[in-house]
């Protein structure tokens, strides 16, 4: 399974719950098919998750229920199975060195291989998920401590992989080598917070004070903050596509402001793909940024004239062709009063399946646009993605095997151009990203059989 999700974990809060479910709440946007947390006190992890929103699992009462100072969440999405209560996380488990709790950003691309070690030697799994051969590897560790059972069980794995795990004291935070996922560490007035992104620190005031380097791990305890490398670092291979797409705009994500990161993209997409309009709008939410950069690059005005509705389901992650169509017909509207009779330049972040551009092109068609142009701010979307993004197959992607032209007209628009690969690559600042989405270029060696 090849998901996005995010992780937090807190660490000296005397409402660990609550302010886990907080935090959850704020990186809703990364898994909005299952959340929970897992809470320590008195030597004991309770785990509470389930299908579904973070209001919906993680009430109030049910958070009123849980003491304790030290806390981690998880939000969770998979679009190709494994939709079910047993692969909602965190997962919790008791060994001979402790009891522990996981939660999971990534994918774990040997996950296959070191099931089946495990299950010849013994193991009898619960779940689907490959975060779950974390476990059983501390399990079959002969590690006398737990936090060196973990180390051990880490430098087995391979892919991606930003983990929150907590003991009944402490919070141990860790990166693959190459730190394709996020992990950030924030300070609060009584201890620290990490998360996959900033915006999860906004409830509890937390100052942002770095990363979770790639093959570090991190312990959050009564000491304060130890941390070391357990596996020497690779060369950095962050998703850009964090900074195109996932991430909230008000976060920081691999030490940069991802607003002003998609601001730059639309900077240099004016630069580069100018086209003659009366307006400029944006798909909200992720290229509304793009689209104010375009707009002052250009000297066109912006114009929010694409609402989001209620629905927040995001359609990119949505797992049938069926559901995705009516996503976005359920979730975006336009405005006639500031689209009647324009040329108008549409900003979006990506274009995927092409669900969502052909729904947006007749969208603002409909709402009286005179002329319609697309101008995407990243590269031409090409291969599938094995380090924690839902991009299965690249048979799913438009633009494999189609030519710009060939979009620009099943997309219905007037014309159609993208992001240069070497000016994003510009925008983040070039060497430490993974761009392989764009370039089949992977980092890792990957079996695409």
């Known amino acids: 399974m090849r998901e996005e999700c995010g992780v937090f974990g807190i660490y000296g809060h005397p409402n660990a719950a609550e302010q886990t479910r907080l935090g959850n709440h704020s990186q809703q946007h990364r898994g909005e098919e299952s959340t929970g947390i897992a809470v320590a006190h008195n030597g004991t992890i309770t785990t509470v998750k389930g299908m579904g929103s973070v209001t919906k699992v993680l009430t109030q009462p049910v958070i009123n229920q849980l003491p304790g100072f030290i806390g981690i969440g998880h939000n969770r999405y998979s679009t190709q199975g494994g939709s079910t209560n047993d692969n909602a996380q965190p997962f919790t488990a008791t060994v001979k060195q402790g009891q522990f709790s996981v939660a999971h950003n990534g994918t774990i691309t040997n996950a296959k291989e070191m099931r089946a070690e495990c299950e010849d030697k013994g193991a009898v799994f ?244 005179m002329e319609v142009h697309l101008r995407i701010s990243s590269p031409m979307l090409t291969h599938p993605c094995f380090y924690g993004v839902d991009i299965p197959s690249p048979d799913e992607l438009i633009a494999n095997g189609h030519s710009v032209e060939q979009i620009c007209e099943l997309i219905g628009a007037d014309s159609l151009a993208y992001l240069p690969l070497e000016l994003m690559m510009q925008a983040v600042g070039n060497s430490d990203y993974c761009n392989a989405c764009f370039t089949g270029k992977y980092p890792t060696l990957i079996n695409i059989t």
């Open 126 to 369: 619960q779940t689907t998920s490959d975060t779950e051969v974390i476990l059983h590897l501390v399990a079959q560790s002969q590690q006398p401590e737990l936090l060196n059972a973990i180390t051990e069980a880490l430098g087995r794995l391979e892919g991606a992989f930003s983990l929150v795990f907590l003991t009944v004291d402490s919070i141990i935070a860790a990166r693959d080598p190459y730190g394709f996922r996020p992990l950030v560490i924030g300070r609060t007035e009584t201890g620290f917070v990490v998360a996959s992104e900033t915006c999860a620190f906004q409830y509890n005031r937390a100052v942002y004070i770095g990363e979770v380097e790639p093959g570090e791990i991190v312990i959050f305890n009564s000491s304060g903050i130890r941390r070391f490398q357990y596996t020497p670092q690779q060369t950095r291979s962050q998703c850009v596509f964090e900074h195109i797409y996932f991430a909230r705009p008000n976060s920081k994500v691999f030490g940069r402001s991802v607003s002003q990161t998609r601001k730059a993209f639309g900077r240099l997409l004016a630069e580069v793909k100018p086209v003659e309009a009366d307006i400029v709008i944006g798909v909200p939410n992720s290229g509304l940024y793009a689209a104010l950069g375009y707009a002052e690059q250009s000297g066109i005005p912006f114009e929010l004239a694409i609402t989001r509705g209620p629905l927040t389901a995001r359609s990119f992650i949505q797992p049938s062709h069926e559901l995705r169509i009516d996503t976005i017909e359920l979730k975006l509207s336009a405005d006639p009063a500031l689209l009647e009779g324009q040329r108008v330049i549409v900003i979006d972040d990506s274009i995927v399946r092409g669900n969502t551009s052909g729904k947006i092109i007749k969208l603002v068609r409909s709402a009286g646009a």
